[in-house]
Nanobody, 128 residues
Framework: QVQLVESGGGLVQAGGSLSLSCVASGRTFRNYAVGWFRQSPGKEREIVVAIDWSGIRTYYIDSVKGRFTISRDNAKNTVNLQMNSLKPEDTAVYYC?????????????????????WGQGTQVTVSS
């Protein structure tokens, strides 16, 4: 497994932008697909975006398409999430997670159970 640490959350007005970073430790990070999940009070944790080990294939839920962009730099063991045009409904704790399973499997399942390594989470609050 890898250890993950997120950063970059904060408070922003609707329409604003935030950039989240996930830094991993471990030489095998390049073998893992990475996803960003979010969870708000009273709701289940949901996958938001995911990226395969190479950075070529990506997955986005419909509500963030065109607004969020995920990218990774395996040389720096980092995955970034650029969030633009933020909405109040994007408010949640955002978690970075890594999975050794195939990208096709994790996007078919979109389940947190497919991910074995998790960061501690970072709060994103979007005010109206």
């Amino acid at each position: 497994q890898v250890q993950l640490v997120e950063s970059g959350g904060g408070l922003v007005q609707a329409g604003g932008s935030l950039s989240l970073s996930c830094v991993a430790s471990g030489r095998t990070f390049r073998n893992y697909a990475v996803g960003w999940f979010r969870q708000s009070p009273g709701k289940e944790r949901e996958i938001v975006v995911a990226i395969d080990w190479s950075g070529i294939r990506t997955y986005y839920i419909d509500s963030v398409k065109g607004r969020f962009t995920i990218s990774r730099d395996n040389a720096k063991n980092t995955v970034n999430l650029q969030m633009n045009s933020l909405k109040p409904e994007d408010t949640a704790v955002y978690y970075c997670a890594a999975s050794p399973l195939t990208f096709d499997y994790i996007v078919a399942q979109t389940s947190s159970r497919a991910f074995g390594s998790w960061g501690q989470g970072t709060q994103v609050t979007v005010s109206s």
